[in-house]
């Protein structure tokens, strides 16, 4: 039988240290001021939140039209049924 070692710790720190040298290479060679780069930020997830409810918006109508339409086939459908079931029921008696 193959005994596995824990490997958690050396992956975590591999991690820890990537990302730390990320962290460092980011800050050393970003290409604007912390002020240009938060105001972009900024800018770009304003941008993401007002798409989506704008796509929310949108999703919101067409499940309202697609409600109506669907009420609307029930109601064709219950009023044709209910017409058969007179005329059955007069053809019977």
Not at 4 to 32: D, E, H, K, M, Y
Not at 58 to 83: C, H, L, P, Q, S
Request: aromatic share 6%.
């Amino acid at each position: 039988m193959i005994r596995r070692r824990n490997t958690w710790p050396q992956v975590f720190s591999a991690f820890a240290i990537g990302l730390g040298a990320g962290a460092a290479l980011g800050l050393l060679f970003a290409p604007q001021s912390g002020e240009d780069t938060r105001e972009l930020l900024r800018g770009t997830a304003q941008d993401g939140i007002d798409d989506a409810v704008d796509r929310g918006k949108t999703v919101i109508r067409r499940v309202r039209k697609n409600m109506g339409d669907a009420k609307d086939f029930v109601n064709e459908v219950a009023d044709t049924a209910e017409g058969a079931f007179r005329e059955a029921r007069n053809a019977s008696s």
